[in-house]
T-cell receptor, first 115, second 114 residues
Framework: GAGVSQTPSNKVTEKGKYVELRCDPI?????LYWYRQSLGQGPEFLIY????????DSGLPNDRFFAVRPEGSVSTLKIQRTERGDSAVYLC?????????????FGNGTRLTVT | AQSVAQPEDQVNVAEGNPLTVKCTYS??????LFWYVQYPNRGLQFLLK??????LVKGSYGFEAEFNKSQTSFHLKKPSALVSDSALYFCAVRDQTGANNLFFGTGTRLTVIP
């Protein structure tokens, strides 16, 4: 079946620009997560949605980062006034429900490069 | 607070030999533990999880992991390594009573030598 889909796969942008990263979760999965992975590091949690609402946004680094999931399916991660330090692979994951024993299923990520 | 330690950045093993990738964790309560594998330019793929019960968990591609509560460890193992097992492996933990996010280690690169 279809897995988690992330677009674009690569994004190059100039410092100061605005970017949007899209995630299409596995059909029927109610929980959606965004992570960021820098080179040589493990994924770092950004935000978690249960349905349409952000249940935990404690990992967002600052107010330049924002995410939405208006219909409880597709999610968009938005970064304003991008900085070179934002360059990383942004991973989206979904799980069947919010139960903590449910594994996360990841997309292939969006590689963001800020020049 | 929760944390995961993967003490080895790199593990090399000869094809056909057994492999072990180490992981220790720290949580306030009881853990749910997971292993993921990442191939180049790909997302993370779920391998196996420990929820409760039998300490030896079997997962995809012949991998297994052993939960040891006293040592707070969850080492990944495979009896006979394949060259195709070469990849980046991540251990992850969730506190059963804490926040919902999955907390990852820094990863271990496994290289299986033909």
């Amino acid at each position: 079946g279809a897995g988690v889909s992330q677009t674009p796969s690569n994004k190059v942008t100039e410092k100061g620009k605005y970017v949007e990263l899209r995630c299409d979760p596995i059909s029927g999965h109610t929980a959606l997560y965004w992570y960021r992975q820098s080179l040589g590091q493990g994924p770092e949690f950004l935000i978690y949605f249960q349905g349409t609402g952000a249940a935990d946004d404690s990992g967002l680094p600052n107010d330049r980062f924002f995410a939405v999931r208006p219909e409880g399916s597709v999610s968009t991660l938005k970064i304003q006034r991008t900085e070179r330090g934002d360059s990383a692979v942004y991973l989206c994951a979904s799980s069947l429900n919010e139960q903590k024993n449910s594994p996360l299923h990841f997309g292939n990520g969006t590689r963001l490069t800020v020049t | 607070a929760q944390s995961v330690a993967q003490p080895e950045d790199q593990v090399n093993v000869a094809e056909g030999n057994p492999l072990t990738v180490k992981c220790t964790y720290s949580v306030s309560g009881n853990p749910y533990l997971f292993w993921y594998v990442q191939y180049p330019n790909r997302g993370l793929q779920f391998l196996l999880k420990y929820i409760t019960g039998d300490n030896l968990v079997k997962g995809s591609y012949g991998f297994e992991a052993e939960f040891n509560k006293s040592q707070t460890s969850f080492h990944l193992k495979k009896p006979s390594a394949l060259v195709s097992d070469s990849a980046l492996y991540f251990c992850a933990v969730r506190d059963q009573t804490g926040a919902n996010n999955l907390f990852f280690g820094t990863g271990t690169r496994l290289t299986v030598i033909p």
